[in-house]
């Protein structure tokens, strides 16, 4: 089984690929802190716990945006499981050819969102992932990368109010009633989850212009479902788009095509 590893700012995110596709998913809190032990032993219990065993696990491929932690993963993935793992970087197999002014600039986890948005969906596309970041991704007509557009997160948005504030509180982030808030609370969720809602729109649909008016576009991230229904503009809504484009990194690698 293919161990795939998503390592975000705030998330950890898990995924076994068995033969017949994706077998289970996990989350754990990102902490550059802990120590590949710490880690190797979260993750066997996680993959215990969802009856996977440690021997299941043949092959490891991870993608990382928190350079703390790419060497502990890689420890995680020798010493635990007994592989060397593939660690996306612009030195792998992707498929996918990069128009980025310098393409090592990109992510890791941008340059598998955009493989599995190619391979599942087509193009042109447009990826938009709600993670610490709200990055949009764009594949071209002819089917290259060409860059995107990163905004701060949702969930960050909301932080830096209340941190910054003197009376401004942590909110959940649901659509409130109206535009028009009658308290904090629906001012501030109007504010954060319409006025995202409205950035996402509009942004999506200056790309898509840009790119001649036609383009398949994909959600992917923890809040896409609460976006998607305020904007309606999504075509796709997959939540496991970073572990599905690692694993055709992977196969990619394997197989030498």
Do not use: W
């Not at 790419?70 to 992707?94: H, I, K, Q, W």
């Not at 948005?117 to 709600?130: C, N, S, W």
């Not at 649901?174 to 942004?203: D, M, R």
Request: charged share 15%.
């Amino acid at each position: 089984m293919l161990l795939a590893l998503d390592i975000g700012n705030t998330m950890v995110t898990i995924g076994v690929f068995g033969d017949s596709g994706l077998a289970s998913t996990m989350r754990v809190a990102t902490d550059s802190r802990r120590s590949a032990d710490e880690y190797g032993l979260l993750l066997i219990s996680l993959l215990q716990l969802n009856g996977i065993r440690r021997e299941d696990i043949t092959a490891v491929c991870m993608c990382s945006v928190v350079p703390p932690l790419t060497g502990v993963f890689e420890g995680v993935a020798s010493s635990y499981f007994g592989v060397a793992p593939l660690t996306v970087t612009g030195a792998v197999r992707t498929g996918l050819e990069i128009a980025y002014d310098n393409p090592r600039d990109v992510g890791a986890d941008r340059i598998a969102d955009a493989v599995a948005a190619k391979e599942l969906y087509g193009y042109p596309a447009i990826i938009v992932d709600f993670g610490t970041a709200t990055v949009f991704d764009v594949i071209s007509p002819d089917g290259v990368y060409l860059g995107g557009a990163i905004a701060p997160g949702i969930s960050v948005a909301a932080e830096a109010l209340f941190l910054n504030t003197s009376q401004l509180r942590r909110v959940e982030l649901t659509p409130p009633p109206s535009a028009i808030g009658q308290n904090t609370t629906a001012a501030l969720q109007a504010g954060l989850v319409l006025g995202y809602a409205e950035l996402v729109k509009g942004l999506a649909g200056r790309i898509k212009g840009e790119l001649g008016g036609a383009a398949t576009i994909v959600a992917t991230g923890g809040l896409a479902d609460i976006i998607s229904r305020e904007t309606g503009i999504f075509d796709h809504i997959n939540p496991n788009l970073t572990l599905i484009g690692l694993r055709h990194i992977y196969n990619l690698n394997r197989n030498g095509d």
